[in-house]
Nanobody, 114 residues
């Protein structure tokens, strides 16, 4: 059973940075796509950033230029670097991976507040 474990969430002031990590129980090079989603209270879960096995990346418009998704194949870990955070970025962030079927992590809370 594939397991994805997120970490790195927390409370940060507007304008600050956080780096989320997603540790995967299998080789991440075997997944066709890996991504980060987020969900705020009362809103639907939305895609934030995704990366294909070939390294192509796509970002949601609200985070373009502020967030970066990258991976360390040796550590089987995918990261989400979040810069210039805004209160609207407050959400539970989920790691997602696809290999024949989708897999989700349990989520990590990010709160942006002064």
């Amino acid at each position: 059973q594939v397991q994805l474990v997120e970490s790195g969430g927390g409370l940060v002031r507007p304008g600050g940075s956080l780096r989320l990590s997603c540790a995967v129980s299998e080789s991440i090079s075997s997944f066709s796509t890996m991504a980060w989603y987020r969900q705020s209270p009362g809103k639907e879960r939305e895609s934030v950033a995704r990366m294909t096995s070939g390294g192509a990346t796509v970002y949601a418009a609200p985070v373009q230029g502020r967030f970066g998704i990258f991976r360390d194949n040796a550590k089987n870990t995918v990261y989400l670097q979040m810069n210039r955070l805004k209160p609207d970025d407050t959400a539970v962030y989920y790691c997602w991976a696809y290999k024949g079927e989708p897999y989700w992590g349990q989520g990590t809370q990010v709160t942006v507040s002064s």
